[in-house]
């Protein structure tokens, strides 16, 4: 925590110089400091982060409702099932468990990455227009969201020039473990809180230092003016700000609150990397660290408990409450960063190939592959600022997060090793030992970004021309090497009239259940657009979600089957219709007796529709037909 206090005096810039400012503009006059002149380029700079966001996503804009993200259409389904039975908070519909899915145990829905606090801000725009367009608007915007934060942090808390804060957001918005995890999983794209978390604590750490100077004196002294490392300003008050440690401390609580119910993974990598970074700026300058400790553990204290006044029901409701499960739902062996991809580039960028897809598990997942002209500029531009202790923490920690990404075993170009990685020493630590390997190199990438950041910054200050254009130069290059590529879409199926008509409403009460067939599971996730469409105000047997369904009550990807839904997915499957007697007949209405369910209905277009309307016809007998589906109502 106390490495970021330095970043202002840690950027080598020349405060003194009266005819700049701080960030690398021409001082106003005075007066107008605040136009909109003066922010202008702060604006260009944020309006191009949000075309090239739109560029990322355009695929998805000529229709929403009939746009996929081609890599990951079943987390899109499931992501869009998320928002929709979010945005039921409006209607009063509170709780961590939902029983709008599986039911009739329903879900918990801290045990899942339902990014509920995204849901609830966009809620108007999925109740007027669709959740296919909420789902399209965050996966643009958290990207540009991200890289506009991380451009206010660098150029207002570190003071960095304008171009260097711009290429390092830049990098943290838009590095290809950014564009990979926009395929559909918006809890680990949404990381605009981050730069607001270490702002606080930044704000946190300058407040705690007494020779940073506290009250009117040195409150009144700009924060890049002011050397953590410098004595007490002697022309006011010294000492700790009391107020500023209470302010930040209660607004970093607040932070981190709202990031988890964004994401919880990124709060855990968040809080992981600072903490690295902490340890290694006190091994690297610990009379500083010595002089902030007492006010910032004190603030930091304070955060802590503010937050889990909040958060403790929650998190106990995650690990001990309905539906919750006791480990990761995934193997960290098999979701390890191969050592080779950090070289390669990402197929997803404007210089990638598919044929390093092989170096990972999927396309969700490019998140190591920075490409070796990256890494290149990047090692050099350590190496030109290692003495600086801000550098120097956050290369320890880089080194820490790529270490840790490598997973239990190595792999090396496809061939997993016998060598053990750090992660081993993870394993069956509880809840640390769930996190997926690979993704702690998304924890790398601001890290990287800002010794890049503060290398150009160094480099534009610096006398000499060369240095000026070399290190900008080189940056930039590097960085236009993973420049993303737009992501692949496709088109999917139209939803039945039977729901975007509210057909569905003759057959059952909102509220109530529909056994959509074939029912929804991982692998074929599509009827939970069904009650995505319908904002989730019908519920749903089975479905895509984690429970602790496994062995012994350990996670799972969905639940298991009953009797009913596994003979409907086989003729859904076969298109062979098996010999169906009383004792089928019996157990169907056990089955739905046990989900509680009012109808069965059928669409058009399902694959094997004609077999699953003949086993259904036996099973319950007539149907009727409403819109452009078959319906059976059961209660």
Not at 253 to 269: D, P
Request: neutral net charge.
């Amino acid at each position: 925590m106390a490495v970021t206090s330095t970043a202002a005096t840690d950027a080598g810039q020349d405060s003194t110089d009266p005819a700049n400012g701080s960030d690398g503009r021409r001082a106003s006059p005075a007066g107008r400091s605040n136009t909109i002149r003066d922010h202008a380029p702060d604006l260009v700079i944020c309006l191009i982060f949000l075309v090239v966001a739109g560029w990322v996503t355009h695929g998805l804009w000529p229709d929403p409702g009939s746009r996929v993200l081609a890599l990951n259409p079943e987390d899109q389904t499931l992501y869009e099932w998320f928002l929709a039975n979010d945005a039921r908070l409006l209607f009063g519909d509170v709780g961590l468990r939902t029983d709008r899915l599986n039911a009739p145990d329903g879900v918990n829905l801290m045990a899942n990455t339902t990014v509920i606090l995204l849901g609830v801000v966009f809620a108007p725009v999925t109740l007027l227009f669709g959740v296919p367009v909420t789902f399209a608007v965050l996966a643009g915007l958290c990207l540009a969201a991200t890289a506009i934060a991380w451009y206010l942090l660098f150029t207002r808390t570190a003071r960095l020039h304008r171009f260097a804060a711009a290429l390092g957001a830049g990098l943290c918005g838009f590095a290809p473990a950014m564009i990979s995890q926009t395929n559909s999983h918006l809890h680990m794209t949404a990381q605009f809180m981050v730069p607001v978390i270490v702002w606080l604590v930044v704000r946190l750490v300058r407040a705690a230092d007494p020779a940073g100077g506290a009250g009117p004196a040195s409150t009144a002294r700009p924060a890049s003016t002011a050397d953590p490392a410098s004595p007490a300003d002697p022309t006011g008050v010294s000492g700790p700000d009391r107020r500023r440690i209470v302010t930040s401390g209660l607004g970093l609580g607040a932070a981190v609150t709202a990031q988890v119910f964004i994401g919880e993974e990124v709060v855990f990598l968040t809080a992981l990397t600072l903490v690295v970074i902490t340890l290694a700026y006190a091994a690297v300058n610990w009379p500083h660290v010595r002089r902030i400790l007492p006010g910032a553990a004190a603030g930091m204290a304070l955060a802590v408990g503010s937050a889990s006044l909040v958060l403790a029901y929650p998190l106990w409701f995650q690990f001990a409450g309905p539906g919750s499960v006791p480990n990761g739902m995934f193997s960290p062996h098999y979701f390890s960063a191969d050592l080779a991809s950090w070289s390669a580039f990402s197929p997803l960028s404007v210089t990638g190939s598919d044929d390093s897809a092989r170096l990972t598990t999927g396309p969700a997942e490019y998140n190591t592959f920075l490409g070796w002209p990256l890494i290149v500029v990047a090692v050099g531009c350590t190496a030109w600022l290692i003495r600086r202790p801000l550098v120097s923490a956050c290369t320890i920690a880089t080194v820490v997060m790529a270490a840790l990404s490598l997973g239990p075993e190595l792999v090396i170009d496809g061939v997993r090793t016998t060598i053990s990685g750090p992660y081993a020493l993870l394993l069956g630590v509880p809840v640390i030992d769930g996190a997926l390997p690979m993704r702690f190199a998304v924890a790398a990438v601001p890290l990287i970004a800002t010794v890049l950041a503060f290398a150009v910054d160094r480099a534009l200050r610096a006398p000499g021309r060369p240095v000026r254009l070399l290190v900008p130069g080189a940056v930039a290059v590097a960085l236009a090497t993973v420049f993303p590529a737009p992501l692949p879409t496709a088109e999917r199926p139209p939803l039945p009239q039977f729901i975007t008509g509210g057909h569905w409403r003759d057959c059952v009460e909102p509220g109530g259940v529909l056994v959509p067939v074939p029912l929804p599971t991982p692998q074929e996730p599509w009827p939970q657009r069904w009650a995505a469409a319908a904002n989730a105000e019908f519920a749903l047997p089975e479905g895509f979600f984690i429970g602790p369904y496994a062995a012994d009550g350990r996670a799972s990807m969905g639940t298991y089957k009953q009797a009913t839904s596994a003979l409907l997915a086989e003729v859904a499957r076969t298109g062979a219709v098996p010999a169906i007697d009383d004792e089928d007949r019996q157990r169907a209405g056990a089955d739905i007796d046990f989900w509680g369910a009012s109808c069965v209905a059928l669409a058009d277009g399902t694959a094997n529709g004609d077999s699953l309307r003949n086993a259904l016809e036996q099973l319950l007998g007539p149907p009727t037909r409403s819109a452009d589906a078959w319906t059976w109502k059961v209660r």
